[in-house]
C-alpha cells in the first residue's frame, strides 16, 4: 500500500542499470547475516538501493541457510521516478554472484540452479564442514572433493576458490570477512576496494581481525598464489631412521615397488611398537603372500600392499601398553600444545580419560598369570572394584606421568601376554587363507586382505568388528569356489561397515544363496 | 537475556515526522505501530516474529516514556485474551506470535474477541512460517480469519507497505468493530528496507482511564442470546461496514497495463515475485510496471465483491496467484463471478501448484501458462528465462553434483546442555532397549534427527507428557518416556502434562529440559530463567511448580554433562518400583547464551592478571583407530573427521575442532560408553599461580628426563 496507490497507464521501461543479485549460503553462526549486512551498507553508501533478506529461523542452529541481497542504482530510480521493486529469493539463472562459504553449501547453490555460466560469479571457501552423515560413518563416506570441485568449475561462468576460512582463522576473524574480502578482489561488484572497508570499520565489530581477514581474503583473489591448498595427505615417501636401514634394502630388494611405502611405514611402525626383531619378523609373514602375488596377481600388487597395510595395523594392536607409550612422548606433549593454542607463558595441564576395564588389564598380563586372574572370582570382584568406572588421569602431573611410564615399560613383556597370544592366533588364521585362496580365486583373496579393516576401536566396538570379522571369515570358507565369491565377501564387508551391531550382517548372510 | 539485542537498532524507534528509517521489516512493524498510538502490546516468541518480541524488550524505556504496556505473554492464547482490554474501551491493543502454532493456540480467545466484537483497534500480526525455511506443518493463517470472522491483511512486502498495513489495521478494526490480523511471511519480517517515518503517538485514552472509569456492556459477551446477535452483526454490519472501508481507503491496489483483457490477482505478499516474474517475461519491469493489469489484495480477506467485478469487466481471463491451499481465495472468486454472471475465465491452481511455497520460477511458470494460453504474441521475439528453459542440459558434472550434497539438518549447538541426555538415553537403550518417547517443541526435538534418532511424536508446544497419555496400562511394567522444554512446561505442559499425569495416576517419566532459556526461540527469559531481569520475575523452581501439582517423585540434575549420572537416574527412573508419574528436571544453561555471558568476562579477568582456566577437548590421532563411534554418541558440530595422519589407515580420525567450548561431553561419553583412550581435555591456564608454576618447576624436569630415555629407545626408527 505504498506511495503510488493507483499508477496512471504504465509503460514498460527496460532500465540500462539493472538489478545486481548475490546470494550467500552459509551455516548457523557463520555470520551470512553480517556478510549481508555490510553488503547493503556499501550498496547504500555508493548511491544504490539495497535489500536483504533471510529464512533463518532454527536453521540458525547449525543448518544451511541462504542469504539474499539485491542492489538497484538510486540514479535509475531518480531518471524513472518511481523506487524498484526488488525480489525477496533468487531465481535461478538470475543471480550475478553466489558466495558460499563451504565446498558442500557450493555444492547446494549449484543443485539449487543458482550458479549459471551465463552470468554467475561463484565464490566458495574449499575447505569441508562435514555433514553428519560423513561424521558418523563407521568408515569413510566422506563425498568427492573432486566432484564439488568440478561441477563448481563447470557450473559458473567464474569460480573463485580458496580456503577462506584458514585465512579467517590465520587473522583471528571469521570466515565471513575473508569471503567478503575475496568479493572486493573480484571486482564484480561496480564498488572500490575502499568502500568495502569502510562498510567493514561502520559495523564496528571487532573491525581490526576483520580488516585483517578482508585483507588476507582479498589479496588471496588478487595475487596468484603459491601452491597452497593441499587436499590429500597422502605420503610419498617414508623418512627411514638408521636402525631400519638393513630391513628397509630389504623391502626395496625383495618387494615390488608399488608396497614399498606401506611396508616401510608398517615396518617402521612394528619397530616403534615394539622392536626391530618385531619388526623383521613382520616381514617375514608376509613372504609367502609376497610370492603368491607375484605367481597369481595381476601385476598390480595390490595383494602384498593390503595384506602389509592390514597385518600391520593387526600387529600393532592397540593395547594399554601402546595407549600409555602413546601418550606420554615428548612429540606427543608438544602436538597438544600446539594443538590448544596454549601460548609460550601459558601452562597447560593434560587430562586423560581412560577407562581400564578388567580385560586390558589381563591382555597386559603373562597369560597364564591372567588366566589365573579370570578364573579365581574374589580376585576378579577386588580388581573389578577398580575399573568399575572411568578414571580421568593427568599426564601432566608427575604421579599420573609415572603411572602411565611403568604401564608403557611393560612393552618388554608384550609377547607374553594372553592379548598377544590371542591375536597371534588369529593372525596366522588369517594370513594362511591368502595364499591358497590366491592360488583359486586372487579377486577372492584381496578381499579377504582387506578384511581386518573391520577391526578398530576399543572395548565393546572392537569387540563387534572383531565378531563381524569372523563371522565374514566363516563365510569365506561357504562361498569359496564360487564365481562370485568376491564380491559377496566385499558386500558382507560393507554391510558390516555400515552398522557396528550387526544385524545387517547377520541378514546379508542368510541372503547368500546357497 | 535474549540471543541478539536490538538496543542499538530500539534508537531508530525515536526517529520523527519526515525522517527516514531504514532497518528489518519487524522493527518498522515496532516503529508503525508507536506511530499509531498503540496502548498495550503482548505476545510469544518464535520465528518468524522473534525479533519483534526481542525488539519490544529492548525498547522498554521508550514504550513506558509513551505509556504503552508491554508483556512477554505466557502463551498465545494469553496474549489473545489480552486484547479483552480493546472490547469495551477505545484501547488500541496489538499481539503477536508464530503462526499457524501460535494462532492455534490463542484461536479460543480469538473467537470470543471476534465474536463480541472490539471498540478500540486491535491487531494480531502473525508470522506466516510457510514454505522454505518454516518449521511447522504448512497451514494457513486464512482459515482462521474465516471461521472466527476477522479481517486478514497480507501487505505486499516492502517497509511502506507494511507500515501503512498497521496503521490502516487499526483503523479498519474500529471501522468495523472487528480485531484485524496481520500476516507477515517469514522473509517479509527480515526484509530490509526503509520508509519515511512519524512521530510516535502517546494514546489520548489511557490503561490508567479505563482501569479508574470500568464499562461493562452485556451485549459484547459471548453468552446467548447475545452470541447469536454477534453472528448477525458479523454479517450485517460488520462485513460491510469493512469492505466500505476497504474501498474508501483504497487498500487495495490497482496497477494498470495495456493488455487490459487479462489480468492478474495476487496477494499482497506475492507482489515482489510477481513483478520480477512479468519482468523476466518481458511482461513487466524492475518498477513494477506491467503489461498485464494488476489486482493486488492487501486485503485478503473478505473479498471486496465491487472491486473483483469492476477488475474482471471486460476481461477474457484472470490469472489468481494465491500461495498455499485450500484456495479460499479462488472458490470465493468463482463464487463471486458466478453470481454476477460475469464469464472472466478464472485460472490460479490449474496452472499454479495447490501447495508450498511460491518461489519466482514457480511463479514464472504459470505465468507462462496464462500467457501462452490468451495472448502468446506477447511473447514474440522475447527469450525464455533460464528458469524456464528445458533446452539447456546441465553438464555431466553438475549432475554429478547431486549424490554429493548431503542435507543439513538444524542440530544442537557446539556445547550445547541438551545432547548429554540424549547421549544418556542412547546409553540407556542399550541396556534396557528402546522406549515409546512423546517429544515436545524446542531445540531438544533434534533429538529426533541423526545421530541421535530418539523420538516418536511431537503433538505441540508443551504437550510432551500429553501425548503420552494413553500409555497408561497396568498390563506392562515398561514405561514411556516423554521430553519437554522448560518453555513448554510454563506455555501449558505444567498443566496439560504433569497435572494430567499427576490426575489420571499415570506411571511415565517426564525429563523437563531447563536451559534457563526458551532457547530454540531466541533465547528469551522465562518464570525458570536464573538470570535478573529488570522489567521481569525469574529464578522460579519449576521442581516446586511440579511437586504443587501433586508429583512425588522429582529429581533434579544441575550438571546434564554428566552422562553416566543422567544414564544411571534415566535407569533408575524407568524401573523403579514406586508408581505414579516421575519427573526429571535436567538442568544446564544454554551454551549460546552461557558463551556470551562468560567469553567476555574470562577476557576481562585475563586482561586483569588474574588466574584463568579455558578448558579445550582433543583426540590423539595415534590412538584413534578412526570408528567414529564417539561422534555416533554425540554429534557435536565441533566434534568432526579429519584425513588419516597415519599412511597406514585408510580411515578418518576424529578431531575436535576450534569451536569446542570445553563442555566435556567427549570425555564424559568416552567414560559412560567405554568408548576409546583418545579423548584428553587441555586446561590452558592463562596468568599461572605461584603454585602452579611450582608444580609445574618440581613436575617438568623429571617429565623431561623420562621422556629424553623414550627419545633413545625410539632414536634411529624414524630419519
Not at chain 1, 550458479?115 to 566422506?142: F, G, K, Q, W
Not at chain 1, 583359486?440 to 583373496?445: G, I, K, Q, S, V
Not at chain 2, 459477551?221 to 462485513?239: C, D, G, N, T, Y
Amino acid at each position: 500500500m505504498a506511495s503510488n496507490l493507483t499508477a496512471g497507464r504504465a509503460s514498460v521501461t527496460t532500465p540500462t542499470g539493472k538489478v545486481i543479485s548475490i546470494a550467500i549460503l552459509a551455516m548457523g553462526g557463520e555470520g551470512g547475516g553480517v556478510l549481508a549486512d555490510w553488503l547493503v551498507d556499501v550498496a547504500e553508501n555508493a548511491g544504490y538501493y539495497a535489500q536483504t533478506t533471510s529464512v533463518p529461523g532454527v536453521a540458525q542452529r547449525t543448518g544451511a541457510t541462504i542469504y539474499y541481497v539485491e542492489m538497484f542504482p538510486e540514479s535509475e530510480a531518480q531518471r524513472a521516478g518511481k523506487e524498484p521493486v526488488l525480489g525477496l529469493m533468487p531465481v535461478p539463472g538470475e543471480v550475478d554472484v553466489v558466495v558460499a562459504s563451504e565446498l558442500m553449501e557450493a555444492g547446494r547453490a549449484i543443485q539449487r540452479g543458482l550458479v549459471s555460466p551465463d552470468r554467475t560469479l561463484l565464490i566458495a571457501s574449499e575447505h569441508r564442514v562435514y555433514s553428519m552423515s560423513e561424521r558418523t560413518a563407521v568408515a569413510d563416506e566422506r563425498v568427492d572433493t573432486e566432484k564439488l570441485l568440478e561441477a563448481a568449475n563447470a557450473a559458473a561462468k567464474r569460480f573463485v576458490r580458496g580456503d577462506f576460512a584458514r585465512i579467517a582463522e590465520e587473522k583471528g576473524s571469521v570466515i565471513s570477512a575473508s569471503l567478503f574480502g575475496a568479493l572486493a578482489a573480484t571486482g564484480a561488484l561496480p564498488f572500490e576496494r575502499r568502500q568495502f572497508e569502510e562498510a567493514v570499520r561502520r559495523g564496528g565489530v571487532g573491525v581490526e581481525s576483520s580488516l585483517a581477514a578482508f585483507a588476507a581474503g582479498y589479496a588471496s583473489v588478487s595475487e596468484p598464489r603459491a601452491g597452497q591448498n593441499k587436499t590429500n595427505t597422502d605420503q610419498t615417501s617414508v623418512a627411514i631412521g638408521p636402525r631400519l636401514r638393513e630391513l628397509a634394502t630389504r623391502i626395496r630388494r625383495d618387494f615390488p615397488t608399488v608396497s614399498h611405502i606401506v611396508l616401510l611405514a608398517a615396518v617402521q611402525r612394528a619397530a616403534d611398537y615394539q622392536d626391530e626383531a618385531y619388526a623383521a619378523k613382520y616381514l617375514d609373514l608376509l613372504e609367502r603372500v609376497r610370492d603368491a602375488d607375484a605367481q597369481f596377481g595381476d601385476g598390480n600388487f595390490a595383494l602384498i600392499t593390503e595384506t602389509g597395510r592390514y597385518l600391520a595395523l593387526w600387529m600393532t594392536y592397540e593395547d594399554a601398553v601402546r595407549v600409555a607409550d602413546l601418550k606420554i612422548r615428548r612429540t606427543r606433549f608438544e602436538r597438544v600444545r600446539q594443538e590448544v593454542k596454549a601460548g609460550p607463558n601459558q601452562l597447560i595441564e593434560i587430562n586423560e580419560f581412560l577407562h581400564p576395564s578388567l580385560d586390558e588389564i589381563t591382555d597386559i598380563l603373562p597369560a597364564r598369570f591372567s588366566r589365573f586372574l579370570l578364573n579365581t572370582k574374589p580376585l576378579r570382584r577386588l580388581i573389578e572394584r577398580f575399573t568399575g568406572k572411568g578414571r580421568v588421569i593427568k599426564t601432566s602431573s608427575l604421579t599420573g606421568f609415572l603411572l602411565l611410564y611403568g604401564l608403557a615399560g611393560m612393552r618388554r613383556w608384550r609377547r607374553g601376554s594372553l592379548r598377544f597370544e590371542g591375536e597371534y592366533k588369529a593372525i596366522h588364521r588369517w594370513l594362511q587363507m591368502i595364499p591358497s585362496l590366491a592360488a583359486e580365486n586372487y579377486a577372492l583373496a584381496l578381499e579377504v586382505a582387506e578384511c581386518p579393516r573391520l577391526i578398530k576401536g576399543y572395548g565393546e566396538t572392537h569387540a563387534n568388528g572383531m565378531r563381524n570379522f569372523n563371522v565374514i571369515m566363516g563365510a569365506v570358507s561357504r562361498v569359496r569356489g564360487r564365481q562370485d565369491a568376491a564380491a559377496i565377501i566385499r558386500k558382507l564387508r560393507e554391510v558390516a561397515l555400515a552398522d557396528e551391531s550387526g544385524k545387517k550382517l547377520d541378514r546379508a548372510l542368510q541372503e547368500i544363496s546357497p | 537475556m535474549s540471543e541478539r539485542s536490538f538496543k542499538k537498532e530500539v534508537e531508530k524507534l525515536r526517529l520523527a515526522e519526515g525522517e527516514e528509517f531504514r532497518g528489518e521489516g519487524i522493527l518498522a512493524v515496532t516503529k508503525a505501530l508507536l506511530e499509531s498510538g498503540v496502548s498495550y502490546v503482548g505476545g510469544y516468541q518464535g520465528a518468524p516474529i522473534s525479533h519483534l518480541m526481542d525488539v519490544l524488550t529492548d525498547a522498554a524505556d521508550i514504550l513506558k516514556s509513551l505509556g504503552v504496556h508491554f508483556e512477554h505473554s505466557a502463551s498465545e492464547a494469553t496474549a489473545a485474551a489480552t486484547l479483552a482490554a480493546s472490547v469495551h474501551y477505545p484501547l488500541r491493543g496489538a499481539i503477536t506470535f508464530k503462526s499457524t502454532v501460535g494462532t492455534n493456540v490463542a484461536s479460543d480467545a480469538l473467537a470470543n474477541l471476534a465474536s463480541g466484537g472490539v471498540t478500540g483497534g486491535c491487531l494480531i500480526i502473525v508470522g506466516e512460517d510457510y514454505g522454505e525455511g518454516s518449521s511447522i506443518m504448512q497451514e494457513r493463517s486464512h482459515a482462521f480469519a474465516m471461521k472466527s470472522q476477522m479481517w486478514l491483511l497480507d501487505p505486499r512486502p516492502n517497509l511502506p507497505s507494511i507500515v501503512r498495513a498497521i496503521e490502516e489495521g487499526f483503523a479498519l478494526s474500529e471501522a468495523s468493530n472487528t480485531p484485524v490480523m496481520l500476516e507477515l511471511r517469514i522473509r517479509a519480517c527480515h526484509v530490509y528496507g526503509r520508509f519515511t517515518a512519524k512521530d510516535n503517538v502517546r494514546p489520548q485514552f489511557t490503561l490508567k482511564d479505563a482501569i479508574e472509569n470500568p464499562v461493562r456492556d452485556v451485549s459484547r459477551i459471548v453468552l446467548p442470546p447475545a452470541s447469536f446477535l454477534h453472528e448477525q452483526e458479523k454479517v450485517r454490519k460488520r462485513w460491510p461496514a469493512a469492505q466500505q472501508y476497504i474501498q474508501e481507503r483504497e487498500l487495495n491496489e490497482f496497477f494498470t497495463g495495456d493488455v487490459e483483457d487479462l489480468g492478474i490477482l495476487l496477494q499482497g505478499g506475492m507482489y515482489n515475485t510477481v513483478v520480477r516474474a512479468l519482468e523476466l517475461l518481458g511482461l513487466g519491469d524492475v518498477f513494477g510496471n506491467s503489461r498485464i493489469p494488476l489486482y493486488v489484495l492487501n486485503v485478503t480477506y473478505p473479498l471486496v465483491d465491487d472491486e473483483v467485478k469492476r477488475f474482471c469487466a471486460g476481461k477474457r481471463a484472470l490469472l489468481v496467484v494465491e500461495e498455499g491451499q485450500p484456495d479460499f481465495i479462488e472458490q470465493n472468486l468463482n463464487a463471486i463471478l458466478r453470481r454476477a454472471e460475469i464469464q472472466t475465465k478464472l485460472h490460479g491452481k490449474d496452472m499454479l501448484p495447490m501447495g508450498g511455497e511460491y518461489t519466482a520460477a514457480l511463479v514464472l511458470k504459470g505465468l507462462l501458462e496464462f500467457v501462452r494460453k490468451y495472448a502468446p504474441e506477447l511473447m514474440e521475439g522475447h527469450a525464455l528465462p533460464t528458469a524456464l528453459r528445458t533446452d539447456t542440459a546441465k553438464p555431466l558434472a553438475v549432475r554429478n553434483v547431486e549424490s554429493e550434497v548431503h542435507a543439513r539438518p538444524p542440530s544442537f549447538c557446539t556445547g550445547c546442555p541438551e545432547r548429554p541426555i540424549f547421549s544418556a538415553m542412547k546409553l540407556v537403550e542399550r541396556e534396557l532397549g528402546p522406549h515409546h518417547v512423546s517429544c515436545d517443541i524446542g531445540c531438544h526435538l533434534f533429538s529426533i534427527l541423526p545421530p541421535f534418532n530418539i523420538g516418536a511424536t511431537t503433538m505441540g508446544y508443551g504437550l510432551g507428557w500429553a501425548g503420552a497419555a494413553a500409555f497408561n496400562t497396568n498390563e506392562t511394567q515398561k514405561r514411556t518416556i516423554s521430553i519437554m522444554g522448560d518453555g513448554g512446561f510454563w506455555h501449558n505442559g505444567l498443566t496439560s502434562g504433569v497435572g494430567n499425569a499427576v490426575f489420571n495416576k499415570n506411571d511415565g517419566v517426564l525429563v523437563v529440559i531447563d536451559n534457563a532459556y526458551t532457547a530454540a526461540t531466541g533465547g528469551q527469559d522465562i518464570l525458570s530463567s536464573q538470570a535478573d531481569n529488570r522489567i521481569r520475575t525469574t529464578k522460579i523452581s519449576i521442581a516446586d511448580a511440579v511437586r504443587g501439582v501433586g508429583v512425588k517423585w522429582v529429581r533434579t540434575v544441575t550438571r546434564t554433562y554428566d552422562v553416566a549420572g543422567m544414564r544411571d537416574l534415566l535407569k533408575e527412573a524407568l524401573t523403579t518400583k514406586q508408581k505414579g508419574p516421575k519427573v526429571i528436571i535436567a538442568q544446564s544453561e544454554c551454551t549460546l547464551n552461557r558463551q556470551r555471558r562468560v567469553k567476555p568476562l574470562m577476557k576481562k579477568l585475563a586482561q586483569q592478571g588474574k588466574r584463568v582456566v579455558r578448558e579445550r577437548f582433543g583426540v590423539d590421532s595415534d590412538t584413534c583407530t578412526g570408528d567414529h563411534s564417539c561422534i555416533r554418541l554425540s554429534g557435536c558440530p565441533s566434534l568432526s573427521i579429519k584425513p588419516n595422519p597415519d599412511p597406514l589407515r585408510k580411515d578418518p580420525v576424529a578431531t575436535v575442532l576450534d569451536s569446542c567450548v570445553g563442555c566435556g561431553l567427549c570425555g564424559e561419553v568416552a567414560h559412560a560408553a567405554v568408548l576409546c583412550p583418545s579423548f584428553f581435555r587441555a586446561d590452558v591456564i592463562t596468568n599461572p599461580s605461584s603454585w602452579d608454576r611450582v608444580k609445574a618447576r618440581v613436575t617438568q624436569p623429571i617429565i623431561s628426563f623420562l621422556q629424553r630415555r623414550i627419545d633413545s629407545r625410539l632414536s634411529g626408527i624414524a630419519a
